[in-house]
């Protein structure tokens, strides 16, 4: 059997899980060819991983990109560098007839989204977008329930996800603390949670509006705790000993493996403050959603939460659904598994119409975000992987979808007033998403309200 070959740019912490996929778990199928990153020490980090697993992987700093491609001639690039240089690297290995497989978000605005469609089309070549959260049990089981009609037609979600101050924090420690990086909160991290509803209404959104703030992680919050002679950095800051938001490099190996002693290359800190006056980036967030066909959505994101997870009830013509979902903490790269289901936080509870409530079972698995990082890489990179009726695998048509409920907050919050996707992006294909039941079957309360079942339940 031929190997497919993979080339990667971008070997911050969460590449590793893709370098690690090929190299490692499914080498039989698999073969990296190259590494390309700004940063020279990490890319020796990199390569002399891989030269502990039998490979010897040529790097390439980010200017030789095309030199990469040329000289190790790959079938596929994965792309997980910083979300504001994702359409560069989509867009030119696509142009020099590579497939591509990108990190969530596709990108970080409605020009490069623009720019990455249009590439596409006009090469022909494949792009997939990487949304681990659809291969989580419990989130795929939310999509097995409604796709089997329990609550008829859906016609509203009210979907809530609350970041702790571990985790939360973290985003305003790195780079994804400035928009022009990340496209703020909005985009980075809300690109899950936008692709999920989009996923499981089969459905894609209309409009926009937005409300957003930064509300914890300023500098007024920092004096009054106290915290008046913090640094530009956790490393040695003077306020380090009192400081809950403290984050010592040293103390991760991983961490002091991959930033700390690489700083030299690129200045970049992996550990700024928090509470810094340079974050422009909101850590409260409210959005109404329109979508097409209909429904709506209110949601809201905070980044400074006591816990971590969501809560989302859908709503449809039959009844309602509600999801509660906790999930384990974590700072990016601290060598615990990111985002683990809590199960006794995790629950799915079904409201039909004219009958007493009902839990069902959770779906359970092992594994980062909830047990999809394994059921993902699967997908991915086994070529044995069989159909899949609930549509899991994402293009750039899934992908762009996603980031555009996003963008268009950003948007919304910048212009003060709600926004239209086809004001920001035109020929946008629909996803390929599983059908809906259409239409619901006549329901008759009567017989119902005077069955046995359901005087027991009143």
Same mark, same amino acid.
């Given at each position: 059997?031929?190997?497919?070959?993979?080339?990667?740019?971008?070997?911050?912490?969460?590449?590793?899980?893709?370098?690690?996929?090929?190299?490692?778990?499914?080498?039989?199928?698999?073969?990296?060819?190259?590494?390309?990153?700004?940063?020279?020490?990490?890319? &020796?980090?990199?390569?002399?991983?891989?030269?502990?697993r039998?490979?010897?992987?040529?790097?390439?700093?980010?200017?030789?990109?095309?030199?990469?491609?040329?000289e190790?001639?790959?079938?596929?690039?994965?792309?997980?560098?910083?979300?504001?240089?994702?359409?560069?690297y989509?867009c030119?290995?696509?142009e020099?007839?590579?497939?591509?497989?990108?990190?969530?978000?596709m990108?970080?605005?409605?020009?490069?989204?623009?720019?990455?469609?249009?590439?596409?089309?006009?090469?022909?070549?494949?792009?997939?977008?990487?949304?681990?959260?659809?291969?989580?049990?419990?989130?795929?089981?939310?999509?097995?329930?409604?796709?089997?009609?329990?609550?008829?037609?859906?016609?509203?979600?009210?979907?809530?996800?609350?970041?702790?101050?571990?985790?939360?924090?973290?985003?305003?420690?790195?780079?994804?603390?400035?928009?022009?990086?990340?496209?703020?909160?909005?985009?980075?991290?809300?690109?899950?949670?936008?692709?999920?509803?989009?996923?499981?209404?089969?459905?894609?959104?209309?409009?926009?509006?937005?409300?957003?703030?930064?509300?914890?992680?300023?500098?007024?919050?920092?004096?009054?705790?106290?915290?008046?002679?913090?640094?530009?950095?956790?490393?040695?800051?003077?306020? /380090?000993?009192?400081?809950?938001?403290?984050?010592?490099?040293?103390?991760?190996?991983?961490? /002091?493996?991959?930033?700390?002693?690489?700083?030299?290359?690129?200045?970049?800190?992996?550990?700024?403050?928090?509470?810094?006056?340079?974050?422009?980036?909101?850590?409260?967030?409210?959005?109404?959603?329109?979508?097409?066909?209909? /429904?709506?959505?209110?949601?809201?994101?905070?980044?400074?939460?006591?816990w971590?997870?969501?809560?989302?009830?859908?709503?449809?013509?039959?009844?309602?659904i509600?999801?509660?979902?906790?999930?384990?903490?974590?700072?990016?790269?601290?060598?615990?598994?990111?985002?683990?289901?809590?199960?006794?936080?995790?629950?799915?509870?079904?409201?039909p119409h004219?009958?007493?409530?009902?839990?069902?079972?959770?779906?359970?698995?092992?594994?980062?975000?909830?047990?999809?990082?394994?059921?993902?890489?699967?997908?991915?990179?086994?070529?044995?992987?069989?159909?899949?009726?609930?549509? &899991? /695998?994402?293009?750039?048509?899934?992908?762009?979808?996603?980031?555009?409920?996003?963008?268009?907050?950003?948007?919304?919050?910048?212009?003060?007033?709600?926004?239209?996707?086809?004001?920001?992006?035109?020929?946008?294909?629909?996803?390929?998403?599983?059908p809906?039941?259409?239409?619901?079957?006549?329901?008759?309360?009567?017989?119902?309200?005077?069955?046995?079942?359901?005087?027991?339940?009143?």
């Amino acid at each position: 059997m031929t190997k497919k070959r993979y080339a990667q740019v971008g070997v911050g912490d969460r590449s590793m899980m893709y370098s690690y996929a090929v190299a490692e778990q499914y080498r039989e199928h698999a073969e990296l060819v190259g590494l390309c990153d700004n940063n020279l020490g990490r890319l &020796r980090t990199r390569a002399d991983w891989a030269a502990g697993r039998d490979l010897e992987t040529p790097i390439y700093l980010d200017t030789e990109f095309d030199r990469m491609i040329a000289e190790t001639q790959p079938d596929t690039v994965i792309v997980t560098s910083k979300d504001a240089t994702h359409d560069q690297y989509i867009c030119r290995a696509m142009e020099l007839g590579c497939d591509v497989m990108t990190e969530k978000p596709m990108t970080t605005d409605e020009h490069k989204a623009q720019r990455i469609i249009d590439t596409q089309r006009r090469t022909g070549r494949k792009c997939t977008v990487t949304f681990n959260y659809r291969y989580s049990p419990p989130r795929t089981q939310m999509k097995d329930l409604l796709m089997s009609g329990i609550i008829g037609n859906i016609v509203s979600v009210d979907f809530h996800w609350v970041l702790d101050t571990r985790h939360g924090a973290d985003y305003f420690r790195r780079w994804h603390r400035n928009k022009a990086n990340s496209g703020g909160l909005l985009v980075h991290k809300a690109t899950h949670h936008f692709d999920l509803v989009n996923w499981w209404l089969s459905d894609v959104p209309e409009r926009v509006y937005a409300e957003g703030a930064r509300n914890f992680y300023r500098p007024e919050i920092a004096d009054r705790y106290g915290f008046t002679q913090r640094g530009e950095r956790c490393l040695d800051c003077a306020e /380090a000993a009192k400081c809950p938001f403290h984050l010592d490099l040293r103390a991760y190996p991983r961490l /002091a493996e991959t930033y700390l002693k690489n700083e030299q290359f690129d200045g970049y800190f992996r550990d700024r403050c928090v509470f810094s006056g340079d974050i422009d980036i909101e850590d409260t967030m409210h959005l109404a959603v329109r979508y097409q066909g209909g /429904a709506t959505m209110s949601y809201s994101l905070h980044a400074f939460s006591p816990w971590e997870g969501y809560t989302v009830s859908i709503t449809g013509t039959k009844g309602r659904i509600e999801h509660v979902a906790q999930e384990t903490v974590y700072i990016s790269g601290d060598g615990t598994v990111p985002g683990e289901l809590k199960p006794e936080g995790t629950r799915i509870r079904i409201f039909p119409h004219f009958r007493s409530p009902y839990e069902v079972d959770i779906w359970q698995a092992e594994g980062g975000h909830g047990g999809a990082d394994p059921v993902m890489l699967g997908v991915l990179f086994d070529p044995a992987t069989g159909p899949d009726k609930y549509l &899991r /695998a994402s293009d750039q048509r899934g992908g762009a979808w996603s980031i555009l409920t996003g963008i268009a907050g950003n948007r919304s919050l910048e212009w003060g007033r709600p926004v239209r996707i086809d004001e920001l992006v035109h020929r946008l294909e629909l996803p390929d998403y599983p059908p809906m039941p259409q239409g619901d079957e006549p329901i008759d309360p009567l017989p119902l309200k005077h069955s046995k079942a359901a005087r027991r339940s009143e």
